[in-house]
Each structure stands twice: as structure tokens, then as C-alpha cells.
């Protein structure tokens, strides 16, 4: 709704202003432009490497923690309560670990939010140097991004000055404004978050529990459940 109502409020600015015949309005599709940009593309691929390489390293660390849990059910019958609370710790520190190393990579601002914008940053300066020669030559005084948090409800393809843009790049096409492949970066699933514990006896940081790892079966065939809120009283 905010941005609906930037809409119209800038579109009143434009009509109200004393000059504001004498404007030349005109807007582009950066999305659409950068999916034609053989440069976008490539940095698309190297954040997909990235990401993957990453998600394998928390997939990894998941897979430690999970021996950590096992370990513990297996053996939780012969420990003592000062071993089984020294066990218990190390699970917790284990997934404080995974949580931590996980926001670093993928989180807000994140190892991947900054090379996202690293590799973005040579594509988005040609596009402004190329709209900055497109609104000289075709004399415009606003140019606006049909891509942007400014929802455009209506566009009159007279004022799309993309294939101009297009052109500026050298790359243009004469099946004008097709849409190029979009990137792929923005497909990127996220991490799972690690594994949580989900016995009562262990206190956990999360607040919320999370996904459960298999139970591995005792003696007697019961299931143990895994430890999470709080340390075991003794008796």
C-alpha cells in the first residue's frame, strides 16, 4: 500500500509542478536488462558456487553434530551426572557453532549478501553509465526503474527506453523486449537451520525446536528423544 500510494504521489509531484509539460518522462527494466548482460550471468554462477560450497560445509557440520547426539543416547545409561552435563555442553556449543557459521554465510549481510554485492556492482555501474548516455541522447529529464520498490500501474510502452539502454550496452535485439534468462542467484534456497535438540533435559538458545534427527532404538526397542530445554535434575 505504501508503495501504491509513492506511486501516485510522485506521478501528483510531476503534474503539479510548474514545468512539468517541459518534463520528459521516460523508464527502464533493469531486471530485464541485466538478464540480457552476459557479465550478470556469470556472476550468477560463481554465487551459486559459492552458496553450494557453503551449504555443504553446514551439511557437514550438521552430520557431526548428529554423531555428538548418538553418542550421547548410546552411552547416557553408564554416564555420571557431571559427565552426562559435560556431554551435554558440547552438544550446545556444537549447534551455537552451526547457527553462527550459517548467519555469517547466508545471513543479513552475510559473506554471500557481500559478494552478491561485489559482483553486482561492475553490471549495475555499466547500466547507469549506459542510461546516463541514453538520457542525453534522447533528451529526458526522469527516468524511472520498472524493477524498483515503485510499483508502476500502468506503462505506456512509448516512454520504454530499455532497448535504448540495450543499445548503449550493445545489446540490443531486434525481438525487442523479450525477457532475458533472470538470474539465478535469486533462486538460491536458504539453509536449513541446524538441527535443534528436542530432550527437555537440555536448554538450547534457539527458543524454537527444529527438525528431529532419527532415534536410535534401546534395548528394551523404546525411543530415546533428544535432549532441549533443560539439564536433567538429579534424582
Known amino acids: 500500500m505504501k508503495r501504491f500510494f509513492s506511486a501516485f504521489a510522485l506521478l501528483g509531484l510531476l503534474a503539479a509542478a510548474p514545468t512539468a509539460q517541459a518534463q520528459r518522462l521516460g523508464y527502464i527494466d533493469t531486471e530485464f536488462i ?102 542525453k541522447a534522447k533528451k529526458l529529464d526522469i527516468v524511472l526503474d520498472k524493477a524498483s520498490d515503485l510499483t508502476m500501474i500502468y506503462t505506456n510502452p512509448t516512454f520504454d527506453y530499455t532497448e535504448y539502454v540495450l543499445e548503449e550496452l550493445g545489446l540490443a535485439s531486434p525481438d525487442r523486449n523479450q525477457p532475458g534468462p533472470k538470474g539465478s542467484v535469486k533462486t538460491v534456497a536458504p539453509p536449513k537451520t541446524p538441527a535443534a535438540s528436542a530432550d527437555p533435559r537440555f536448554p538450547t538458545d534457539s527458543g524454537t525446536p527444529t527438525q528431529q534427527l532419527s532415534q536410535p532404538m534401546r534395548a528394551n526397542g523404546a525411543s530415546e528423544k533428544r535432549p532441549t530445554d533443560a539439564v536433567p535434575k538429579k534424582d
Do not use: C, H
Open 34 to 135: 541485466m538478464g540480457k548482460m552476459p557479465e550478470y550471468a556469470q556472476a550468477q554462477v560463481e554465487l551459486n558456487k559459492l552458496s553450494d560450497t557453503w551449504q555443504k560445509e553446514i551439511e557437514a557440520l550438521k552430520k557431526d553434530l548428529d554423531k555428538l547426539y548418538r553418542n550421547y543416547q548410546n552411552e547416557e545409561v553408564v554416564l555420571t551426572e557431571p559427565m552426562k552435563k559435560k556431554r551435554q555442553d558440547e552438544i550446545l556449543k556444537k549447534e551455537q557453532e552451526i547457527k553462527a557459521y550459517q548467519t555469517k554465510q547466508f545471513g543479513y549481510e552475510g559473506q554471500l549478501f557481500k559478494k552478491r554485492a561485489e559482483l553486482n556492482k561492475p553490471v549495475q555501474d555499466k547500466i547507469f553509465e549506459a542510461v546516463e548516455k541514453m538520457v
